[in-house]
């Protein structure tokens, strides 16, 4: 078969591939980028895209802001140190097994039922209520800093799926943290510490500062997860639900404007991302 013909078909092949991304990406993207500058009659309008930065939608704009960089942020930072813990040497083989296999299944866990998981353990009637309950406590006395049906309340369950998320991230990249660097740098006389400060953290930032994007676009799209557990949260994933199921009737383009702003904010952070990623890949042959 000729080199050109074994080039046509590897062509055809990808047209599924490409029919699926025209279809369920570029098409709805589209979508809403037309829809974002277009008023109640679909004349052309920048109107909408200025009420984002006006109050309520910028406040949804902060509240997503915040429980985006809250939770990629412990995602992250307890997520290394698990991961580092089970991948290290000395460590039993079958951990890292556990570990990822969990963090598989459990990356992928969320919207109602993980919402559903959190109420029936934290909620008034939950199994940690009816333990203390037992225990001879009162269960009438809330906690006085923290409620599940609240900003808090999503950060704890958004960790759920952030952490198993952060340490499927970052573990090719511990495994890049060959024993030959650290031995080498015993050698030459270097305390642990330096080892870290010249060789551990340059290697781990790239992939480090990646895995922080992932994450913090992987929260800042959520929105099953925050619904249930507090349908009045105002972050900007539930004010378009918002719309689309007809709790706002005034102006569905505005929706439109606000996932157009989502999608300002995702690009931004794949801009970095994609960089980062090329780089920590080096380190992961």
Known sequence: MSGRRRLSLAWVATLPFFAYTIAFLFLPAASVMVGAFQDKTDHATFSNIRLLFQHPYIDAYWGSLRISLVTASLGCVIGLFVAYAAIRDGTPRWIRSVLTTF??????????????????????????????RNAGYDTSVRWPHFQLFSERGVELAYLYFQLPLMILVIAPAIDGLKREWREAASNLGA??????????????????????????????????TAYSLNQGQNIVPIAIGNYYTGNVLDNPHIAQALAFGMFVVLAAMMMIYIPLQRRSARWAK
Do not use: C
Request: proline share 6%.
């Open 103 to 132: 963090s598989g299944v459990a990356a992928n866990f969320g919207g109602i039922p993980l919402a559903f998981a959190f109420i029936a353990t934290l909620g008034p009637l939950g199994v940690v209520t009816t333990w203390f």
């Open 191 to 224: 305390k642990q510490w330096q080892f870290w400060r010249h060789v551990g953290i340059p290697v781990l930032m790239p992939s480090f500062l990646g895995a922080f994007i992932l994450l913090f676009g992987n929260a800042f799209a959520a929105y099953a």
